[in-house]
């Protein structure tokens, strides 16, 4: 049985040359921006090869995925853009690509991100019919991803509470996805309402994939939410099952925990802690199984619907284990 991994070994040579051709649409007026996002692509490099969801979707509709390549292309960009503005939405400026100021980085990452998923669409496998429609996702994506940004960015640990994270996650993780899944929907020819279910799956599992960065943040040691003060919803969870003592300490952490490692170890223990967990597991298992019911309503061609239904599992494993477990 085949996986998103398989299907990307496949056409991996494939998406390389959408994206070259997209960045070839550039012209040759624009050599510098040309280098800049070569420069940016290379520096981004995607440790799961997510590339190839608007391939399954397409060949969840179609029974082929190849036709939906361009859109691949508008995958790679969109997130190499968006994972290096988070980087500097976060403060860290030390992840700048090679060869490239921040300043340079900051444009390379705008063309990447918001001129060139449009170019993306100038392929000659995207009829013209439906260009502007799957415009419309990539500019309407582009707001509602920003928002979403913003709300994680203003989140306020004393009035924390499950919609307003939901919300953020929503729209900085949910959005790319949703606008990449009905973009394949709609190039597949499906009607409006088809089209709207695969932009919600999209948005589920965007959710669903946040959680899943989330955990690796704390399994791969990294600790940079506990570094950069971001509200996670695994924190959102801890909040909401402590008692009002342990909740005032574990707002005395968060705010420590930016400078000091024992502080970020403090709170750390407290976010794995068993009650946490279960919290945190079970709102996962609600994600997930919103996820199967969006699939499920859908239907369409079986092998590429268990892609999506191993992809749902990977995002919503528990991954996270208290210390205090036996």
Not at 117 to 132: C, I, Q
Not at 219 to 234: A, H, K, M, P, Q
Not at 261 to 275: E, F, K, R, T, Y
């Amino acid at each position: 049985m085949k996986s998103y991994v398989d299907l990307h070994r496949t056409f991996a040579a494939d998406i390389e040359a959408e994206v070259a051709a997209t960045l070839a649409r550039l012209g040759p007026a624009a050599p510098s921006v040309h280098g800049a996002v070569g420069e940016l692509l290379r520096h981004q490099q995607m440790k799961y090869p997510l590339s190839v969801l608007p391939l399954v979707v397409h060949g969840a509709e179609t029974g082929s995925p190849a036709p939906a390549l361009p859109l691949s292309a508008v995958h790679v960009l969109w997130w190499a853009s968006a994972c290096y503005l988070d980087d500097l939405a976060d403060g860290d400026a030390t992840r700048t690509p090679s060869g490239l100021g921040v300043h340079e980085a900051l444009l390379a990452a705008i063309v990447a991100g918001h001129v060139l998923p449009l170019k993306a669409l100038e392929s000659p496998h995207v009829p013209t019919r439906v260009r502007g429609a799957l415009a419309e996702e990539i500019l309407d994506c582009a707001i509602i991803a920003g928002e979403g940004q913003l709300d994680d960015i203003r989140a306020d640990m004393e009035t924390m509470s499950r919609d307003p994270v939901v919300a953020a996650y929503r729209g900085k993780s949910g959005a790319p996805f949703g606008m990449i899944t009905a973009m394949a929907g709609r190039l597949a020819g499906a009607d409006d309402e088809r089209t709207d279910l695969w932009r919600e799956f999209g948005y589920v599992f965007g959710i669903l994939w946040q959680l899943f960065n989330d955990q690796e943040d704390i399994t791969s040691g990294r600790n940079e939410d506990l570094l950069n003060g971001t509200v996670t919803y695994l924190l959102m969870c801890a909040v909401r099952e402590a008692s009002p003592e342990v909740r005032k300490r574990i707002l005395e952490l968060h705010i420590a925990a930016r400078t000091s490692a024992a502080s970020g170890a403090a709170l750390a223990d407290l976010l794995l802690a068993p009650s946490v967990l279960a919290r945190y597991e079970s709102d996962i298992a609600e994600f997930r199984d919103d996820a199967y019911r969006i699939l499920d309503k859908l239907g369409g061609d079986e092998a590429h619907l268990s892609m999506l239904r191993r992809l749902v599992d990977q995002a919503s494993g528990l991954y996270l284990r208290s210390p205090l477990a036996p």
